[in-house]
């Protein structure tokens, strides 16, 4: 939800860089884009409605004086995309620019207050109320950071914001509640930006900024205030693996391609994850009264697929809610004795923040599963577990769902360890099994890339898809539905085939496409009863199967195999990678860019 950067260096002009800093944070909102530098005394900006390149195009956002700048892309909610609408937002002298990711709850109220003491507003956001904000208290005769502080006390909500003014040339200032913030160092050079990517190619080292703390950056320096009493704090830079290859296209199309290509090596790094972490978790899992999972979206349905881990692996079957909706329907239930598992990759969905907050209010034990080192719900886990999936950039999750399958399945099973439900041979064959993972989906994808290819040559303009399996295979089809109506707009629908003949059969007419996840588990022959039903009406089917399984090879009209030997509780792991694969292809065979559906954003940062 929006892309923030800002940069102050000792030399060098600073916009080339802010470009394409912006181009990696592009997946965070693509709807408007811009910069601003201050060069003699001024800012300097090029803003516009379009995706980056657009603008570009149009304005060459390279062509920028001065070392100092901040950058936006936009993901809107408070007025349409326009020129006028895009950050930076300034004040009224246009000496102050600022940046923000977030909403301001207020900022009616604020406005009107503002305006009618003649301050002249040139856009619907709630942005823009911070710099004049700003311009009323630097006027009175605060600084720069003084004047932001003032600032956080009058408004409401939640905000990452990026600031400077040509008044004072040599400091960026920057402060945060609720939505992320990390700052990069390098000599000569601080950085910070919404995510890590974007500063990656310039420097590894990296400072967390938390929520209620304000920053001063000079090109030699980064100091650290807490909002409250602007006591300093001290905190070391924190070296991070990633490498600016990573989040590269690598020769790529797009990004979604890629990623989908790099599951193997990012299931193989988690499986590398030190044991104890997972047995610190398991302790908690193991000792709880109940077991919850919370999450959204694609992570939401690896916490569908996890739930089956736990069951099978440690006898315990954790409830699921979606995490938007979690303190609607656990209410107050929770007791210090309950744990929640949460999964979000970015570490940032506001509405898995709102859930984690809720369950640590009530005091349960919360177990963070995420793919970013220092996100927001690392601040209020008692466990963390950190996937390695590096950098993700398509919108559509794909690797980072592989890892939190993998850290499930492996918190799963040091759960079953200790609760003894089956034998440890049970478990560390098992352990086995998913080791060999990695070299499963690397066989799946070399096997299925052209396969699905075809089919979405075939099916590429049906209007209406049905994704149906059993069991555990509920998850796989849930997800495989998900990516297809995200990035290529076709609608799609994830079910039990259980319940698909107790309303959606009554859509299935000639040709109608039906896909069916079929893993040789116990749901195999009733399953087999569900595609005869939906035959019988005319559907074509699409299967996904185990590797000579000449049954199911034969009801199908296309299929798409994987290898033998895959433990039912692990199939989504290779399950999903051929409708991953589809609907990539159906996204491009209609014209659509995946890493940057419409209306998405990978991390969503509203409630
Ligand atoms: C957005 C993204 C999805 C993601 C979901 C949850 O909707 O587009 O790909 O699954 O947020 O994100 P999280 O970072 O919490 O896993």
Redo the contacts with the bound molecule.
Sequence with gaps: MCGIIGVIQSKGAVAPFLHQALKRLEYRGYDSVGVTTIAEGKLHTKKDEGKIEEVHRKLNLDDLPGTVGIGHTRWATHGMPSIYNAHPHFDCSHTIAVVHNGVVDNFLELKEELQSRGHKFESETDTEVIPHLIEEFMDGGLSLPDAVREVTRRIRGTYAIVAMTARSPDKIVCTRDGNPLVIGRRDGASYVSSDIPAFLPMTNNMILLLDGEIAILTADDVEIRKLSDGSIVTREAITISWTADQAQKGGYPHFMLKEIHEQPEAIRNTLRIRKDVFDSAAKIVASSRRVFMT???????AALAGRHMFASFAGILPSFEL?SDFPDTVYDTLTTDDCVIA???????S??IFAVKHAKRLGAKVIAI???VGSS?TRFADRIIITQAGPEIG???TK??MV?LTALALLALATGMLTQYRSREFIEAKYASLNTLPNIVSETIVRNEEVARQAAEKYYNRASFLFLGRGISIATALEGA?KLK?ISYNHAEGYSAGESKHGPIALVEDGFPVVFVAPNDATRDRLIGNIMEMKARGASILAVIERGDGDLKHLADDVFEIPEGVEPEFSTMAFVVPLQILSYYMATRRGHDPDK?RN?????TVL
């Design positions: 999450a959204m979206g694609t992570s939401g349905h995490a999964i979000t990759q970015s570490g940032e969905t509405d898995t995420t793919n970013v719900v919108v559509a999750a980072t769902f939190q998900l995200e559906p998405l954003a990978k991390s969503v």
